[in-house]
Structure formats: structure tokens, C-alpha cells
């Protein structure tokens, strides 16, 4: 499993999403441009001290990151997709894609997406969930399906 931000914008979220991979030892990739520097001290304290244990790739594009791992099936996550990510079956090695804060994923990304475009439902109060949740509701049915979930030490 593999989480892929495309362009993300907001460094909490990042971090965030960060500190997430970081506690399944999941690859987290980003694609820029991103609306951030690396050294944010935002993006450092939303991912807090587990920076070293974070597996980060930065890529020129989404393209770059199929071509390092082309057999992988993609998911491509959107607010407005008609399918949801309950209906997805996810397997080992897949590509859990996020477009920007603002914007989502791009039109011709989603276009191409076909069965692979999925969504978290929400009611009519919220046009969409923050990034970071959404990478952790998606990223736990995924580990769930796979059932590589684990209890902290002590639990």
C-alpha cells in the first residue's frame, strides 16, 4: 500500500497524514508542486517526531510515480466520485491517490480513472472531508481488507 498526495497544499495535513504512514510503515509519496516547503515547521510538528520513521518519496509527477510502480492498481480518491471506497477491494501494493485541499485531483486524472474513482459518503452539510481524514478513513478499510492492522504495544 502506498499513500500518494498530488500537490498537497496544507502541511498539517501532510504531517498528519505522515504521522499515519509512519504507524502502518506505509511509503507515503508526494507529487508537486507542493504548497509548502519540506523544512515547514507546521508540517514538522503536524507529524511530530516521527519524521525518521516516515518512508517519503517526492515526485516531478503522478507519472513518475507509476512508472515506479507499474503494476500497482490506483485509486484515485474524490468528493465527487459516484463510487465509494466501500466498494473497492484494496490488495497489497495499491496507489491510494489524493488530489489538493482546494482542487481535488486533476479533471484529466479523474477521467482516466474509470472504476478506480471512489469516494467517502457524506451527507449535503460538507462538500468534502479534510485531507488528512480522508487518507485515514481510506488508509484503514484498506489495511482492514488486508487485515494488517495491529494493536499498539500495550493495548
Known amino acids: 500500500m502506498h ?3 498530488v500537490a498537497p497544499q ?3 495535513n501532510t504531517g498528519s497524514i505522515g504521522r499515519l504512514c509512519a504507524g502502518h510503515d506505509i511509503p507515503l509519496h508526494l507529487v508537486r508542486p507542493l504548497g ?3 523544512s515547514d515547521r507546521y508540517l514538522k510538528r503536524a507529524g511530530l517526531d516521527y519524521w525518521p520513521h516516515i518512508r517519503l518519496t517526492i515526485h516531478d509527477s503522478l507519472s513518475d510515480v507509476f512508472a515506479m510502480f507499474p503494476d500497482a492498481t490506483a485509486w484515485y480518491l474524490s468528493a465527487r466520485a459516484e463510487k465509494t471506497y466501500w466498494d473497492a477491494e484494496f490488495n497489497q501494493g495499491d496507489l491510494l491517490i489524493f488530489g489538493c485541499e482546494a482542487h ?5 486524472v479523474k477521467a482516466s480513472a474509470g472504476d478506480h474513482l471512489i469516494g467517502i459518503p457524506h451527507n449535503e ?3 468534502s472531508l479534510n485531507l488528512a481524514q480522508a ?3 481510506v488508509l484503514y478499510e484498506a489495511l482492514r481488507q488486508q487485515r494488517t492492522v495491529r494493536p499498539a504495544p500495550g493495548s
Open 3 to 5: 499513500v500518494v498526495l
Open 10 to 12: 496544507i502541511p498539517q
Open 36 to 38: 509548502f516547503e519540506l
Open 104 to 108: 481535488g485531483l486533476p479533471l484529466e
Open 125 to 127: 452539510n460538507i462538500r
Open 135 to 137: 487518507a485515514s478513513v
